[in-house]
């Protein structure tokens, strides 16, 4: 059984910083390609960013590129997002997603994932 339990989430300034973190536990966390992505009131899921395997490669949104960083450390089996220069419209439910297929390369496909945590929410104010 796969779980994905995300941390960190609360309210923060505009302009200001915060960081989310993923625990993993039940399978080889250190094979699998990792990301976030994010859910807004009223809209759809949406990618963030995601990490390959080893966190030698990642994979930004246009909307998030050069504000978030993402990061994983395998023998903790933890991924984490840090978000800095905060905007309203980062406002939402941060989910972290585990790759489906082992080895699997970064990617922005909603379809590409097969676990999911419950979610910690993020709340930007102006």
Not at 47 to 74: E, H, L, M, P, Q
Not at 78 to 106: F, I, S
Not at 108 to 121: E, H, I, M, N
């Amino acid at each position: 059984q796969v779980q994905l339990v995300e941390s960190g989430g609360g309210l923060v300034q505009v302009g200001g910083s915060l960081g989310i973190s993923c625990a993993a536990s039940g399978r080889t966390f250190n094979r699998y390609a990792m990301a976030w992505f994010r859910q807004a009131p009223g809209k759809e899921r949406e990618f963030v960013a995601s990490i390959n395997w080893s966190g030698g490669g990642t994979y930004y949104a246009d909307s998030v590129k050069g504000r978030f960083t993402i990061s994983r450390d395998n023998a903790k089996n933890t991924v984490y997002l840090q978000m800095n220069n905060l905007k309203p419209e980062d406002t939402a439910v941060y989910y972290c997603a585990g790759h489906r297929v082992m080895w699997g390369t970064v990617s922005g496909k909603l379809d590409d994932y097969s676990y999911w945590g419950q979610g910690t929410q993020v709340t930007v104010s102006s």
